[in-house]
C-alpha cells in the first residue's frame, strides 16, 4: 500500500520541490477567504448563485446506460464545452428561441464522474469533500475520520472508482481531473489534484492504472497531474521496484515510463554528490 499524501517539508532539491509536487500550504484563513471571494467575482468557472438561476432546465443522457440527469442551463454553461452545446442551433427551422432547451447526449462519459462534475457545478467541491481544520490550519477529507476509526489500512473510502475504459479501478480524483480538462473546468482541476493528495493507503497497481488513464485522457502539455504520478513514483521506488505490476507495466511501455526515465534523471540531478564519497 502507498500513501498519496506528501509531507508538509521537503528538500529543497527533492524532485517534488523542484516540480511542485508537494502539498499545498493552507492560507491564513482572512486571506483564503478574501481570495475565494475575488475568485468567484472573476472566474468563469465558478458555479452562479441559486437565486439568479433562469428557468431553463435541460436533460443528460450519460454513458452506455443512458442515465438521465438533469441541471439548469445557467449552472452548465460556467462550462465552455457546455456552454457550446447549450447554445448549438436547433435542428429544426421553425424553432424559437424561447422553446426547451435540447437534450444532451454524452455516451462516452460515466456517470459516476459526471455525478461528481454536476456536484462542483452546484454546491463547489463533490464527494468526499474537502475539510478545513481551523486549529491545525490544515485540509483533510471527510471520510479521514471515518477510516481513522477503523484503524485499518484499507483504501479510503470514495478513493477509486470502477471505469470501463480502463478496465479497472482508478483514482476517482484523476478521472474527475481528466472530466474537468474535458469541460475546461481550471478550479475543479485543481480540487481534484489537492484532493488526490489527500488520499492514502493506495496500492500500486491502482496507481499505476490511473496513471495510464491520466496520459491517455489528457494532453502532452498538460503539467500537473502528470507530473503529480510521476513524482510520487520517483518518491516510492523502493516499493515500486518491488512490484511485478511496475515491472509489466514497464514491459508494455508508453510515454509515461519515458517521462519518468527523463523525471529520474532530474531527481538524480537534483541529488548531492555522492562522487567524493569513500
Known sequence: MLSTKRTQSHHPDSFSSRYRAGKSKARPRDQSVASRRLHRRHTPDTPPDGSSLNQGVITLTIGPTKRLFAAHKDILCVSPFFAALCNRPSDSPSASSSSSPKPIDLPDEQPEIFSCVLEYLYRGDYYPRLRHDKTNNTWDLE????????????????????VPAAGAEILRDTAVYCAAQKYSLEILKRLALKKQGLHSNIPCHTILTSARYAYAHTPDNESKLRAHYLALIIRSRETFKRSGTMQ???EQGGKLFFDLFVAMCNHMVSLPSTQNLP
Request: no cysteine; charged share 15%; hydrophobic share 35%.
Open 248 to 250: 509489466m507495466e514497464m
Open 143 to 162: 471520510t479521514a475520520s471515518a477510516n481513522a476509526n477503523t484503524n485499518t489500512r484499507d483504501t479510503d473510502p470514495g478513493a477509486t472508482l470502477f
